[in-house]
Structures are given as C-alpha cells and as structure tokens.
C-alpha cells in the first residue's frame, strides 16, 4: 500500500524548534518530488515546502522562508521537515504529500498529518 | 488572504449539478494549466480529484470534472451525492515566489 506516515509534532513554545519526518512506503520514493503542506485549524491549506527527488531544487513559502528546512534521506525513504523561530500563526496540521510524476504542484498521495501547536 | 480566490459556500440537492469557481491572476491560473482540485472530509487529508485543469487521478468518479477560462478555474460535480459533502480546495502553480497557491476553500453542503 501507497502510504505516507508524518511524526514529530506536538507542543512547543514560541522561538522553540520541532523536526517532524514522513516515512514513505509502497513506492520508489527516490524517483517523486515531496512537499509539506499545513492546515491551521478552521482554516484552508498553505503549501509551504518542496524538495526534488534528489534535493537539487528546492522551495519555500514567503511564510517561513528563513525558518524552516526542508530535506530528505532517499536511503531511509524519509522526508523532514526542520522548524527553527516557531510562532503561533505554525499552528497548523503538517501534511507530507507527493507530487504527481507529471505535475509537481498536484499533490496525489497524503499523509494523515501530525498537529504542531506553538504556544506559551 | 488567499492567492485564489473561491466562493465560501455552495449547496445542490442530491442529482443536481453543482460549479465551483477559483479565479486567480495571470501569474497564476490565467498563464498556466496547472490548476489542481481536491476534496477534504473533516479530520481527513485532501484527496486529488482534479489535476492539469481538467485530468482525473484513476479512481475519481466521472461526475467530476474541471475547466478553466481566462483567470478562472472551476470545478463541477454533477449528480451530486451525499458523500460529495465536503471541503473543496483549488491549487495552481505561480510564477511568483511562492511555486505553489491554494484558494480559501469551498464548503459543499449537499441538501
């Protein structure tokens, strides 16, 4: 089964730091372009990340440009995503998700997501 | 604010047609054919519907279907169903910085 797993989140103070991963599993992850992708609560989708199969492009949202790093280890089929100055508007659902092989902004496979929430 | 911008709210009764719009700019829907859906249950993660304006993933019913004309993108499902009750979400590539822009979100309430 085609499946993506994210893991890390949890409650972290404002400026604190959090890395979350995503185990890919089913497919050749070495060969798909990843991103994350976050989800406030009540609110709609932000992408905020993106990382070629063999990391030589990569991509960040005016949002967290500066803050977060995204990277990935193809032996370990693994995705991360590094979160540095946390502040409260983080506060979100952080989805993994894969890009179509013929159309890297869709987003064909999702993980579940791993809730991050930035608070004093 | 969202990059894309989608009506809050839409609602049709089961069998009916129903057309969600996304209108952008020309650095984003109107240049490039690169406009995505997706629909989201609650407490679910999004699920590809639409890709490429108008292409459907392999196992998305046929009642969907997508469209684009200058600015705006849209989305139509026709005999609408009671499962079809769900957050939809546009997407486009941009030219901007930014690679990658969502809409707000549509909610359907299916009647």
């Known amino acids: 089964e085609v499946q993506l797993v994210e893991s890390g989140g949890g409650l972290v103070q404002p400026g604190g730091s959090l890395r979350l991963s995503c185990a890919a599993s089913?497919?050749?992850?070495?060969?798909?372009?990843m991103n994350w992708v976050r989800q406030a609560p009540g609110k709609g989708l932000e992408w905020i990340s993106y990382?070629?199969?063999?990391?030589?492009?990569?991509y960040y949202a005016d949002s967290v440009k500066g803050r977060f790093t995204i990277s990935r280890d193809n032996a370990k089929n693994s995705l991360y995503l590094q979160m540095n100055s946390l502040r409260d508007e983080d506060t979100a659902v952080y989805y993994c998700?894969?890009?179509?092989?013929?159309?890297?902004?869709?987003?064909?496979?999702w993980g579940q997501g791993t809730m991050v929430t930035v608070s004093s | 604010q969202s990059a894309l911008t989608q009506p809050a709210s839409v609602s049709g009764s089961p069998g009916q047609s129903i057309t969600i719009s996304c209108t952008g700019t020309?650095?984003?829907?109107?240049?490039?054919?690169?406009v995505s859906w997706y629909q989201q249950h609650p407490g679910k993660a999004p699920k590809l519907m639409i890709y490429?304006?108008?292409n459907r993933p392999s196992g998305v019913p046929d009642r969907f279907s997508g469209s684009k004309s200058g600015n705006t993108a849209s989305l139509t499902i026709s005999g609408l169903q009671a499962e079809d009750e769900a957050d939809y979400y546009c997407s486009s590539y941009t030219s901007s910085s930014t690679l990658v822009v969502f809409g707000g979100g549509t909610k359907l309430t299916v009647l």
């Open positions: 490429e304006v108008s």
């Open positions: 089913g497919f050749t992850f070495n060969i798909y372009n």
């Open positions: 990382i070629s199969s063999r990391s030589s492009s990569i």
């Open positions: 998700a894969r890009s179509l092989m013929v159309m890297d902004n869709a987003f064909d496979i």
């Open positions: 020309s650095s984003d829907v109107g240049d490039y054919n690169y």
